[in-house]
């Protein structure tokens, strides 16, 4: 040992100081003097010196080491539970960067542990899960040059106290992220720092004053998805922030208190928020990256948005206009008006104003021989005029002058134009989210509450006859029951759109959140959505019932029976509840439009539920029209020696019902189709027209053309309301037609025209060999 400090005696007289000496000194030092548990690594950079010791051997910190070192790395051991306010003691002078990382088992440090470095800059506690509060810890801390402050991913459940810095000190990073954070009290954070970062906490609340007394640049409260609980007042205190970040949160509003100056605006993948501040209150905003398109709405038409906060906002204009006109009213009311220039009158403007618009005068230029118009934002129904009947009469802010205090206001400030800041918004409002109302048309709102009332009315008709009547319920009253309550949910779709479109008329994005993420659209959706997979399944069954009942009239053993109706009916209503229930599991989502229909595609289950709705709609729609034409041409053959009237209205009925039907399907199937495929030919807003009116159609015209225009259905409404004391008469007639003796055979289409009740809902009884029965009459 002596012989080895000989040599480094030697070898340093021999040469002079360097730093790669003291390097070499400081490594041998190392090496030597550290235990074989645990080594200390130098590295050095013209006149810095970093010292990084590792190894479970480290019970504390090492006060051995070289006094110059700037940088102190602590790292990768499990003995270190406590630092004590000594352990830096003898690096005090120089000392920069403190970084203690991948300690398991640090609990504690202690009070005072970085005071008086004068040299601080960094100080880095990385993966110390152990650490639970940190009371204390920039106590005594003196530096000027103190710039940044991290405590990451251990189990820090409370802020450290911030106020201990100077208040001259302004950190560059404030980095909190990963820990346990549970809450941010009043008064919390009270620091000077360019960004301050709280990110992956479990943070639930923030309190009113959380920052108080603070300067922040950028805030990030990014990924807490327990934060639910914002105070009105969280921000209040807090100076001359720029951005916030509430990204991936469960917040349901934003405070404005505090964010006058903020800039910048992020809250993506944050579905509950429902309202957001309007540019009234965040008067410095230029960007803003949210989660919902209808809250970029809010900045494009900020009148509708806050309607109160915009009249508060133009009678402050007025105020100011009379203020400013009252002080120059003097002798010289025309020379002091010519001689007020534009800084004259921006001095008396109170400093919140101008930062919530952006104020262009347009002040005569006496220099030039042109005459100027008349310009200004408040300025209606005004003519140009000459530029010396400008100071004769200021005008008036509307047509009819507003008086205050009995007093005409006059607009004393020239030619003003006031325009609120533009804010780039995303996601900005797309084809399936337009900033408009829910029905995007005055006639199409005002037309759809008569399709809701008569696909209410006659449906609910027809559901109430038949299952009030005392007819015995066949295979064909109980098909057209259920096509009527199917078609009675889609009238009770609309009616709700209709009623919420009339409800928030003119403002609808400020109910869109409620709307959309609401129970009502989720009902709406569920309804549209089982009432058209119902009601297209339904038709299907009524057209291969009526058309087993033409084409095999003789033998009644190749019937449908009331039992297998029951059985099917029962599969369609298991298949339409299931269609109707996975958008409310998550295949596509019934939050997408404003009109609750599924048409979000976002993954390849979205486009196989999609997908499969238009091939199961289209194959119905084709076999109802194979159907109907097999009956016709089965009524041509078998009826040709029947009457020419009676063959032309059965053709005319079902010409009518395929007609319905292709009117009400192919538009919607054509143009989805084509938007599913990725080339829309219309937008949303056009696409209204389809959906809200041409689709619901079949749900109005079905009881008409399936029930109410049936010579039985009135039959039965007559029986019914005779119960009540009314139509007694006309009752009775129908009571004896049906007491009547069977007559002689007829051909099918003379009884159908001059009995229709005989074959109704699959009464007809065969009159004659060939004669073809079941229920034509109806078809």
């Not at 340093?12 to 090496?31: F, G, K, V, W």
């Not at 209150?281 to 970029?296: E, P, V």
């Not at 009623?499 to 989720?522: E, K, L, P, R």
Request: charged share 15%.
């Amino acid at each position: 040992m002596l012989y080895r400090m000989f040599l480094a005696t030697l070898f340093l007289s021999m040469m002079e100081t360097t730093t790669a000496q003291s390097l070499l000194i400081e490594r041998y030092n190392s090496i030597a003097v550290s235990p074989a548990t645990y080594n200390c690594s130098v590295y050095s950079h013209e006149e810095d010196f970093e010292v990084h010791c590792r190894g479970d051997g480290l019970a504390e910190i090492p006060n051995y080491l070289n006094s110059t070192l700037n940088k102190l790395i602590i790292s990768n051991t499990k003995n270190i539970s406590v630092i004590g306010m000594k352990s830096f003691e003898p690096y005090r002078t120089r000392l920069q960067d403190v970084i203690l990382s991948d300690l398991p088992n640090l609990r504690v440090i202690e009070e005072g542990t970085f005071a008086d470095i004068s040299t601080l800059r960094t100080i880095y506690i990385y993966n110390a899960p152990q650490i639970k509060f940190i009371y204390g810890l920039l106590k005594g801390v003196t530096s000027k040059q103190f710039r940044s402050l991290r405590i990451v991913n251990t189990g820090l459940h409370e802020v450290p106290e911030l106020f201990f810095l100077p208040p001259e000190n302004t950190l560059f990073l404030l980095d909190l992220d990963h820990n346990k954070i549970a809450k941010l009290h009043s008064n919390s954070i009270k620091v000077s720092a360019q960004q301050v970062t709280l990110n992956f906490n479990d943070i639930t609340a923030i309190e009113d004053y959380a920052f108080n007394g603070s300067q922040i640049g950028k805030l990030h409260i990014t990924a807490n998805p327990k934060l639910t609980e914002l105070g009105e007042l969280a921000f209040k205190g807090l100076l001359n922030l720029r951005e916030l970040d509430l990204s991936q949160t469960s917040i349901t509003t934003l405070p404005y208190e505090g964010l006058e100056t903020i800039e910048v605006l992020k809250i993506r993948d944050t579905a509950t928020l429902h309202t957001i501040p309007s540019l009234y209150d965040l008067q410095s905003l230029k960007m803003a990256k949210l989660t919902h398109h209808f809250h970029c709405c809010a900045f494009k038409y900020p009148k509708q948005h806050a309607p109160t906060k915009h009249a508060l906002y133009e009678d402050q204009m007025r105020q100011i206009c009379v203020q400013n006109q009252k002080s120059v009213q003097t002798n010289d009311f025309k020379k002091r008006k010519r001689s007020l220039g534009y800084t004259d009158y921006m001095s008396q403007i109170p400093p919140q104003l101008h930062r919530l618009t952006n104020l262009t005068f347009n002040v005569p230029d006496t220099n030039q021989t042109t005459k100027r118009p008349l310009k200004g934002h408040f300025i209606e129904n005004q003519k140009p005029r000459e530029y010396e009947d400008i100071y004769e009469d200021m005008g008036t802010f509307h047509s009819s002058p507003t008086k205050i205090n009995d007093t005409p206001i006059e607009v004393f400030c020239g030619n003003i134009s006031f325009k609120l800041q533009n804010v780039q918004c995303v996601p900005a409002p797309n084809a399936l989210n337009p900033c408009e109302d829910i029905m995007g048309f005055t006639w199409l709102r005002n037309s759809v509450w008569f399709v809701v009332i008569l696909a209410v009315v006659g449906n609910t008709a027809v559901v109430i006859v038949i299952w009030f009547s005392k007819t015995e319920v066949n295979v064909s009253r109980f098909l057209i029951c259920n096509l009527a309550f199917a078609d009675l949910c889609m009238g009770l779709y609309l009616l709700l759109i209709a009623s919420m479109d009339y409800h928030s008329v003119g403002t609808y994005f400020n109910s869109a959140f409620a709307w959309q993420y609401g129970i009502g659209c989720q009902i709406a959706g569920f309804l549209t959505v089982f009432s058209g997979h119902l009601s297209i399944f339904t038709l299907t069954v009524v057209t291969i019932e009526r058309w087993f009942a033409i084409k095999y009239a003789i033998d009644l053993t190749k019937r449908i029976r009331l039992r297998t109706a029951v059985e099917i009916m029962i599969g369609g209503w298991i298949y339409s509840i299931l269609m109707a229930a996975l958008p409310l599991i998550g295949i596509s989502n019934y939050r997408s439009t404003s009109i609750c229909l599924p048409m979000e595609v976002k993954s390849i289950f979205d486009k196989a539920y999609l997908y499969s709705i238009f091939i199961i709609n289209g194959f119905s729609l084709g076999l109802i029209v194979f159907c109907y034409a097999q009956i016709y041409f089965s009524l041509g053959y078998e009826t040709r020696r029947a009457s020419h009237k009676g063959e032309m209205t059965i053709a005319k009925k079902m010409a009518l019902l395929i007609f319905v039907d292709f009117a009400t399907y192919t538009p919607v199937a054509f143009f989805g189709l084509c938007a599913l495929v990725g080339y829309p030919l219309i937008n949303i807003t056009k696409s209204k027209i389809l959906l809200v009116f041409f689709y619901p159609l079949n749900a109005c015209a079905n009881p008409y053309l399936y029930a109410l225009m049936t010579a039985q259905y009135r039959r039965d409404l007559y029986m019914i309301v005779s119960r009540c004391g009314f139509f007694k008469k006309r009752a009775q007639k129908y009571s004896l037609r049906d007491d009547m003796p069977m007559a002689q055979p007829t051909p099918l289409l003379q009884n159908s025209e001059n009995n229709p009740s005989q074959c109704y809902n699959n009464n007809c009884r065969l009159k004659q060999n060939g004669s073809s029965g079941g229920n034509t009459s109806n078809v």
